[in-house]
């Protein structure tokens, strides 16, 4: 070697120790952590049936994979571990039209062959079938998807809730994830290849139902899982991702609950009508007038819920005019069972055992939740004194139970309640209490791409961003649920863990 081409080598040498010293020096940028706790391939958000089968699949190309949950394994599960577990008749052309255009015909096979495929996995692991329904209903189901993925190479951190996604201020590329520990420590996980999140839908969160849905606020109860606090799409929106199919549409209501009760169990604690009657009970609005067919099947309902009824007439004071909202009943329909939700009614409250409403309804009295008096006069001022609200007008509420009276003698009701639920209201003592809409999960958020692929307001997907499940589902109308989640978990686990690493 001739001296000039020594002294060259001995100068690109140097330049690459300089430029390692100062990299070394300089360590992380400054949005990164110091140093990451841990890695794996594949971090996947909620370990929900949307989570568990994206690390499923992400585990059969052979990727290493970290779930963190953000609850105990107790009560790990969010919306799933609440549900009937109950298993609709579709077919792909369905997914294919729920999906308004959001899907190819092709990718609705895809994710029904693929919802096929979860189950008969999770059949083999030991799930059972009673009819439609899994075993055990939403816990039963659930269960089946621990044990299955304990049989996997998968490392399950509970208690560790995501806060934030690392990533790249400049291009938003993500490359891993914080969490809150149980000791209020961080815990930094790195993604090699990238971050899925499924962490279930935001009913629980007051402040993103509000902001995103109901400008106007209003008292409403929720009786599937508290998880439901839309953590991930709040990460995801916090680095550009956009919304779609955030509509009252993609709300998944579930009957009415009684607010004294839900405020103080924390959860909604449901108003149904004894199983077998009679159901001579009526809901009206604060003016004492009725707006609605009580029985209606508000459940999974798609149709315009009447209590959304809104009245913008006024230029200043617009609003719900059927809101607040009470249930009134007489005597015979509080002897003829519980009217609130008990044992077998699929809800977070009769789960986990919060609160199952007595045979005699006697508790539920004695505890204030409901009313009686034996005058419709005392009945609204001890309505109003439960509630806090200004007192409903006692001859309205008379002439509104005269005339549903009249109705049910006639077999005939105003609003349409069918002839077998009109029962009519009977002599004093009455019963009543301020019940709220209720909510089980939603489905709307994230805007995804065919491969699980999170979108950002200009459709570009956010690089190693996926996500699945309730956080936000490309099929509109709950045609997927528990079932298409899988699927879609499978999906994005699948997308995510072909990346290469970097
Ligand atoms: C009352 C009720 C009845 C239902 N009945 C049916 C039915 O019969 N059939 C059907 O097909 N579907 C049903 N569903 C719908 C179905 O349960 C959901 O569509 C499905 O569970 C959604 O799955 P997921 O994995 O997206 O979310 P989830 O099941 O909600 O799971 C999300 C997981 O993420 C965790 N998580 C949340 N935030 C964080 C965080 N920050 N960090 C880490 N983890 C986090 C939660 O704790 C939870 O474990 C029902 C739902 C409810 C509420």
Not at 231 to 242: E, Q, R
Not at 329 to 337: C, I, P, S, V
Request: hydrophobic share 40%; proline share 4%; glycine share 10%.
């Amino acid at each position: 070697m001739n001296r000039k081409l020594l002294s060259l080598f001995i100068a690109v040498i140097m330049a690459v120790c300089t430029f390692a010293a100062y990299a070394a020096a300089e360590g992380n940028p400054e949005w990164m952590p110091a140093e990451w706790d841990m890695n794996a391939d594949v971090v996947v958000v909620g370990f929900g049936p949307a989570g568990a089968m994206a690390a499923r699949s992400a585990v059969e190309n052979g990727a290493s994979v970290i779930i963190v949950e953000k609850e105990s394994r107790e009560f790990a599960g969010g919306s799933a571990a609440t549900s009937m577990a109950f298993k609709g008749v579709f077919e792909a052309k369905h997914l294919y039209e729920s999906g308004l255009g959001r899907m190819t015909m092709e990718e609705a096979q895809r994710m029904y062959d693929l919802e096929d495929d979860c189950i008969q996995w999770l059949n083999e692991k030991g799930m059972e079938w009673q009819n439609s329904a899994v075993v055990g209903y939403g816990r039963g189901f659930y269960d089946a998807v621990v044990k299955a993925v304990e049989t996997l190479d998968v490392q399950v951190l509970y208690e560790s809730p995501a806060v934030k996604l690392i990533s790249d201020p400049v291009n938003k590329e993500v490359h891993g994830i914080q969490c809150k520990q149980a000791d209020g420590t961080d815990l930094f996980i790195r993604a090699n290849k990238g971050v899925v999140l499924a962490t279930g839908g935001y009913a629980a969160n007051k402040t993103l139902l509000n902001r995103l849905h109901f400008a106007d606020m209003f008292d409403y109860a929720v009786t599937g899982a508290p998880t439901q606090t839309g953590d991930g799409l709040i990460m995801a929106m916090d680095i550009g991702a956009a919304l779609d199919g955030v509509t009252t549409q993609q709300i998944e209501w579930y009957t009415f609950s009684f607010k004294a009760a839900s405020d103080e169990m924390g959860t909604g604690i449901v108003h149904t009508p004894p199983a077998l009657g009679p159901y001579s009970h009526i809901f009206v609005n604060t003016k004492g007038e009725r707006f609605m067919d009580e029985e209606m099947r508000v459940t999974h309902s798609k149709c315009q819920m009447p209590f959304l009824a809104y009245d913008g007439t006024h230029p200043v004071f617009n609003g719900y005019f059927n809101l607040p909202m009470y249930v009134i009943f007489d005597q015979a329909m509080f002897e003829g069972g519980p009217v609130g939700s008990h044992d077998g009614v699929c809800t977070y409250a009769s789960l986990y055992g919060i609160h199952n409403w007595s045979e005699d309804n006697q508790a539920e009295l004695e505890r204030g939740w409901i009313v009686k008096a034996d005058t419709i006069e005392e009945l609204v001022e001890k309505l109003a004194a439960q509630s806090g609200n200004a007192p409903i007008d006692a001859e309205t509420l008379k002439k509104t139970i005269e005339t549903y009276n009249a109705g049910c003698a006639e077999q005939k009701d105003a609003f349409g309640r069918s002839e077998f639920m009109l029962d009519p209201i009977g002599e004093g003592p009455y019963y009543a209490a301020q019940i709220v809409p209720t909510i089980a999960y939603t489905i709307g958020g994230l805007c995804g791409g065919s491969n699980g692929e999170t979108l950002d307001w200009y459709g570009n997907p956010i690089p190693r961003l996926y996500h699945a499940g309730d956080i936000g589902q490309p099929t509109k109308m709950r045609i997927s649920a528990l079932w298409g989640c899988m699927a879609l978990g499978s999906i994005a686990g699948d997308a995510c863990s072909q990346l290469t690493s970097h």
